[in-house]
């Protein structure tokens, strides 16, 4: 894979076009004994502007770990289209009815049957402070090419690209 430096804007536009679409992302908090805990979150599609939205029951254990320590990671993948994307940050327990009614969709009454009035739901707010992802863009007979290309050549295969993003880093540029 390719790691060349990119503009910060456009990793985190890119970041939001591979994060669309992936329906379920792995969330990992961290217990209360330090061990790690993950757990299958609901992802909604829409712009990604550094933040993300999951909602939740507040009687979970998943917020009470992150009420204890707001450290998160959240692991998005696509095999079929060769797509994966790490992102970590911090998580906050967010009760706020104007930003559920905003991110509502029908099917989540099948965890809140009453809908936005259910008096236990609320969100969780992931403000992303790093990221990564790995992204192969090209055909499954491209990929193949390339890789036999590689081993006929004695190449190192790079089958897509890789960035990182930092949010709270200073810019570097070329």
């Known amino acids: 894979m390719t790691t060349t ?12 076009k591979l994060i669309h679409g992936i329906k379920v992302a792995m969330m990992t908090t961290v217990d209360s004994d330090g061990s790690l805990r993950s757990r299958p979150m609901w992802t909604y599609d829409k712009d990604f ?9 507040d009687h979970t254990h998943k917020v009470d770990e992150v ?23 911090r998580c906050q327990l967010i009760r706020d009815k104007a930003k559920a009614k905003e991110l509502w969709t029908p099917a989540l009454k099948a965890w809140f049957p009453q809908g936005l009035e259910d008096p236990n739901m609320a ?7 790093k990221a990564e992802y ?24 790079h089958p897509g690209d890789n960035q990182k993003l930092d949010r709270n880093a200073p810019v570097r540029r070329n």
């Open 49 to 57: 502007d550094g933040e993300l939205w999951f909602f939740t029951n």
């Open 67 to 89: 009420e204890k320590d707001h450290h998160v990671s959240l692991a998005y993948a696509d095999p079929g289209k060769d797509r994966y994307v790490s992102v970590s940050g």
């Open 123 to 129: 969100l969780l707010r992931v403000s992303v402070e």
């Open 5 to 16: 430096q990119k503009d910060p804007q456009d990793v985190v536009a890119h970041l939001g």
């Open 134 to 157: 790995w992204d192969t863009p090209n055909s499954r007979m491209v990929q193949l090419v390339g890789f036999v290309k590689a081993v006929l050549t004695g190449e190192k295969y």
